[in-house]
């Protein structure tokens, strides 16, 4: 796959021209709509489409009379949250937790709950949305935490899973890509609130960012 780093930014004004970029370009196919260009499309927006809709007809038939709560994690899972609400073709609820334990590319080890549920999820079955398992740490903390509110069931649902980070071992019940050892963005995932609205997952080396 050619090399991105000299493709321009979408932004309002021309990009200088002394930075080599040429505004609105793509590739692959995928139009670059940050700040500066990912260095490698790892999954297209068609793709994730596609499994998208795969684990919501699994998630339709496994659930057709449960009526589950489907559990966000902010921010990172509102992209595919939104699009997999949306796929599911029986009745569902949503709830949202906020959680904090990334600063930069890099988890800090320690996992603050910043919001915690609106609903009461004793005897009701869960599907925890995530969009990458990393180390597991996060994902642990918050199974967890809502194991010990006694649902009648809890599932976790992944777009991402990297297997080579793992420190502390969850099952994935339904996962979307395995993802090789590269820092991601894109699809919900950031670096310093960049990249969220790529619509594609991309891989982006940190250190070659401009401070």
């Not at 995530?130 to 809890?154: C, F, H, K, W």
């Amino acid at each position: 796959m050619a090399d991105v780093a000299a493709v321009a930014r979408e932004i309002v004004l021309p990009a200088p021209a002394s930075t080599g970029h040429v505004a609105g370009t793509s590739v692959g196919g995928e139009r670059l709509y940050a700040l500066e260009a990912p260095d490698e499309v790892l999954f297209s927006a068609e793709a994730i489409q596609q499994q998208v809709r795969a684990l919501a007809a699994t998630l339709s038939a496994d659930y057709a009379d449960l009526r589950p709560i489907l559990v966000g994690i902010l921010r990172g899972s509102v992209a595919f949250m939104a699009d997999l609400i949306r796929a599911i073709s029986v009745p569902i609820e949503v709830d949202w937790l906020a959680i904090s334990s990334y600063t930069g590319q890099s988890s800090s080890g320690v996992v603050r709950l910043l919001k915690d549920l609106d609903s009461d999820i004793t005897e009701r079955h869960l599907i925890l949305i995530e969009d990458i398992v990393d180390t597991g740490l996060t994902i642990n903390y918050v199974m967890r935490l809502l194991e010990a509110r006694q649902p009648a069931s809890l599932k976790l649902c992944a777009l991402l899973n990297k297997p080579a980070r793992r420190i502390a071992d969850r099952p994935i019940d339904y996962v979307g890509f395995d993802v090789p050892d590269v820092f991601v963005v894109g699809y919900g995932l950031d670096y310093e609130q960049r990249y969220r609205n790529l619509p594609y997952v991309a891989a982006l080396d940190p250190a070659r960012l401009p401070s």
